[in-house]
């Protein structure tokens, strides 16, 4: 009883973030409350990073950016994630690997092709926007002996921190070990190898500040 009083208000959630959800029809509106609880107890089994987790992660990237593909997507990372806020947005497209290194906060926006491979860990703090075709990767390949093909070297990983009100903008690319400080912009393109000091813009290959936001 408490567990579907529960899922009635996450319903109510997703119809509050989803102003269109109120003008559907009834039957539509049973259908999708239907399929968002068959979901959600098929992800409360899924353990994340599991193969079962990624095939899930790629059947709901597959949906469209309106209808139920973003309210099951969000509901998706909401329960499988170890922190995930409330008010996440989810385009099509978007992967995670590793995904139990991965934290986010409340009111994120993932456009469509975000790609996160968290060897380490990966931290979004709360109100972040993250454009088409980022890529945020906490790895690297080593690559330093010359006499073993790289692809049997394996990896040096660090984590990445983005602060809250950031705002990545799309195709930027950011590197491991790098902490985005709060308020901050990074410019499309970016590839982002160093912190980003709070409240700065930064663009360019490799990213540099190109201002200072609100001044
Ligand atoms: C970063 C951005 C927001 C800055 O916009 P702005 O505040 O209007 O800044 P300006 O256009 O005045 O540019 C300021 C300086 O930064 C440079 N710059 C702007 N965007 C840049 C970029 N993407 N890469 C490198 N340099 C950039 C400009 O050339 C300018 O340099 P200059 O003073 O030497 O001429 C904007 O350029 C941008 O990249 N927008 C991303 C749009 C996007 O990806 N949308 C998808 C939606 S999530």
């Known amino acids: 009883m408490e567990r579907e009083f529960r899922e009635r208000n996450e319903m109510i959630d997703f119809e509050k973030r989803f102003p269109g959800m109120n003008i559907l029809p009834p039957a539509e509106l049973r259908r999708q409350s239907c399929e968002i609880d068959r979901h959600l107890s098929k992800f409360r089994k899924l353990a994340a990073g599991s193969i079962e987790w990624h095939e899930m992660q790629q059947e709901l990237g597959m949906m469209a950016s309106a209808g139920l593909g ?97 705002w990545i903008a799309a195709n930027a690319i950011i590197l491991k070990g790098v902490n985005i400080g709060e308020g901050s912009v990074v410019a499309a393109g970016a590839v982002v190898n160093k912190d980003v000091p709070p409240y700065t813009v930064v663009g360019g290959v490799p990213a540099k500040i190109i201002k200072i936001r609100g001044e």
Request: hydrophobic fraction near 35%; glycine fraction near 8%.
């Open 70 to 166: 973003p309210k099951l997507r969000a509901l998706f990372y909401e329960t499988t994630l170890p922190k995930c806020g409330k008010d996440l947005y989810v385009y099509p497209g978007v992967t995670f690997y590793f995904p139990y290194n991965i934290s986010i906060g409340d009111n994120v926006y993932l456009n469509k092709n975000v790609s996160i491979t968290a060897r380490d860990e990966v931290t979004i703090g709360n109100n972040v926007l993250i454009g088409p075709n980022v890529v945020i990767n906490t790895g690297n390949h080593t690559f330093s002996d010359r006499d073993i093909p790289i692809v049997k070297q394996g990896h040096t990983s660090e984590k990445i921190v983005i602060g809250d009100d950031v």
